[in-house]
């Protein structure tokens, strides 16, 4: 995890310019999906009580796992292999990846969907049983969370079929889970901090959740398509106060 965080920091302050300009793009090709989103929102506010939080959930995951957000995951896996990241060609192979993106994201609002069903009807039951079945739909839906963090950077990195991006997702959920967990908890506390900023989240907060979140499924996968760029793995702090001594050791 250490190597993870490194190799995320450095990417990080390299392209820093460029996560801002990204998250900016994505602000503008994701407008009808942040609609729904706000709507949906909307909707569980007007509920009121757990309403709400559900209506939120489920906001995050229509404006997440969107087509707009491949590109984020295109340009973190670019830049954390030392290559080129022109809008064009990250739009190109975006538009490659939208539809099944599109898919997995309806997939899983789907399965969301059903499971707060399943939480509020059991919770009627009360007593024991509908505690346990109750429960087991709370469980579900952390499982399908774990997994959702992961779907994005496997369709990129395996280019597979919608059910195919499921199964590596699983399988990385099942294999990693405290990476998984931590990567669950970024998303979180990154839609917090952006909610709470007011505008953190068009302003280069996302392309940074994405490229931690492909960094991590990267590296957990083996980088396939291509290993990382090497340098970073021998960057330290001189490189940060002196970040000429970078390019010289280059």
């Not at 346990?132 to 779907?151: E, K, Y």
């Not at 959920?173 to 989240?201: E, K, Q, V, Y």
Request: aromatic content about 8%; overall charge positive.
């Amino acid at each position: 995890m250490t190597g993870v965080l490194k190799r995320f920091v450095w990417v990080a302050y390299d392209h820093l310019g460029g996560l801002v300009m990204a998250n900016l793009l994505w602000s503008l090709l994701g407008l009808p999906w942040l609609a729904a989103g706000l709507a949906l929102a909307l909707v569980g506010a007007a509920l009121g009580g757990a309403w709400f939080l559900v209506g939120l959930f489920l906001a995050t995951e229509m404006i997440l796992l969107s087509p707009p957000s491949v590109a984020l995951v295109v340009f973190g896996l670019r830049w954390a292999r030392g290559q080129e990241a022109a809008w064009p060609s990250v739009l190109r192979a975006a538009r490659r990846f939208g539809g099944r993106a599109q898919a997995l994201g309806l997939i899983g609002l789907g399965v969301t969907v059903v499971l707060v069903v399943n939480v509020a009807f059991y919770s009627r039951f009360g007593g024991w049983v509908g505690l346990v079945l109750g429960g087991m739909a709370v469980w579900a839906l952390l499982i399908v969370s774990l997994i959702a963090v992961h779907l994005l950077p496997a369709l990129v990195l395996l280019d597979g079929t919608v059910g195919a991006t499921v199964l590596v997702a699983a399988r990385l959920a099942a294999r990693r889970p405290l990476l998984s967990a931590g990567l669950l908890a970024a998303t979180a506390a990154t839609i917090g901090l952006g909610l709470a900023s007011g505008i953190g989240l068009l302003c280069g907060l996302l392309s940074l959740l994405f490229l931690l979140v492909a960094i991590s499924s990267a590296g957990a996968l083996g980088w396939p398509g291509g290993p990382p760029r090497p340098e970073d793995s021998h960057r330290g702090l001189d490189d940060l106060l002196q970040p000429w001594r970078s390019s010289e050791r280059a």
